[in-house]
């Protein structure tokens, strides 16, 4: 009798212990090294993450997240589609998940998080002169991969009170001045600045001759912008097109 019971152990342990070292999918289901797959491949969020009530305690994507990836690191230079530095593209929602450096299992042991909280040396990302991330926008990265890390987007749109200081200014800041700075204006074309200079053109004259919502609205006769991206949320671009429309005011 004790001899069986032990050789019962002894066999269910071992059964038990295979079972361990077997990547049984049940068990791999929420693994870490499992890929995250895009939701969305075509670029654009999630419709089904689309919500119109944009809820304070969540973070979105397109609102909150792409213009940090775009205005920090899918630069000319950095990680767009054309240097792709270190090979690492970040241009859009599929090449920040292909990437492999974010993890929404552990957010704060990523590469994301070592190299936005990297204190010194070349490590640091993005790199000096550039400044480092704020600490609220560090916080927010984590609290979008805490929440899954989803291509998710709120649509909370006013068109109405729109002006340049206010809502057009913000936005290029966000989405592309990375290329469009004074130092390097990619195109001669300098959307920190409502006018232009001798060797560079301004917000005001993109605005004018139409290329500003020709790129906005990728049509076919311009570049689409942000280039090698994905187009701005529509919200966005329904107000760069109502300011236009209004005459493009520097107010
Ligand atoms: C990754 C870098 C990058 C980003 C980000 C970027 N641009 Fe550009 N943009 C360029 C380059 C490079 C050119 C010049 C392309 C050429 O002439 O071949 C250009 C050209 C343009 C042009 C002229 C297009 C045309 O058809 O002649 C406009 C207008 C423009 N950008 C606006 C924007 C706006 C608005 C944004 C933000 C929503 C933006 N860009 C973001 C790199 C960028």
Redesign the pocket.
């Known amino acids: 009798m004790f001899r069986n019971y032990f050789l019962f152990t002894l066999i269910t342990t071992l059964f038990l212990l295979s079972q361990a070292c077997k990547h049984d999918p049940v068990f791999t289901l929420l693994d870490e090294d499992t890929p995250l797959t895009p939701i969305d491949t075509t670029g654009g969020p999630d419709t089904t993450l689309l919500t119109s009530d944009c809820d304070p305690d969540t973070v979105y994507f397109v609102n909150d997240i792409y213009p940090l990836f775009?205005s920090n690191c899918?630069?000319?230079g950095c990680h767009?589609a054309e240097t792709h530095e270190e090979g690492i593209v970040l241009s859009t929602y599929e090449d920040i998940i292909e990437s492999d450096i974010i993890d929404i299992w552990d957010p704060t042991d990523c590469d994301l998080y070592e190299v936005i909280t990297e204190t010194g040396g070349d490590d640091r990302m993005p790199p000096p002169p550039m400044s480092k991330l704020t600490t609220a926008e560090i916080a927010m990265l984590v609290t979008w991969m805490e929440q899954g890390g989803l291509n998710n987007a709120c649509t909370d749109c006013d068109t109405a009170a729109v002006t340049y200081s206010g809502t057009i200014a913000v936005i290029?800041d966000a989405?592309?001045t990375?290329?469009?700075d004074h130092s390097t204006p990619?195109?001669d074309?300098d959307?920190t600045q409502y006018v232009g200079g001798a060797s560079f053109e301004g917000v005001a004259d993109?605005a004018e001759d139409g290329?500003?919502m020709?790129?906005?609205l990728f049509e076919t006769e311009?570049?689409g912008?942000?280039?090698?991206?994905t187009p701005?949320p529509s919200c966005l671009i329904d107000q760069v097109s109502a300011w236009v429309d209004a005459g493009y005011p520097d107010n």
């Open positions: 775009l899918a630069i000319s767009d290029l989405y592309c990375g290329c469009h990619a195109g074309i959307l993109v290329r500003l020709g790129s906005l311009y570049i912008m942000p280039q090698g991206a701005l």
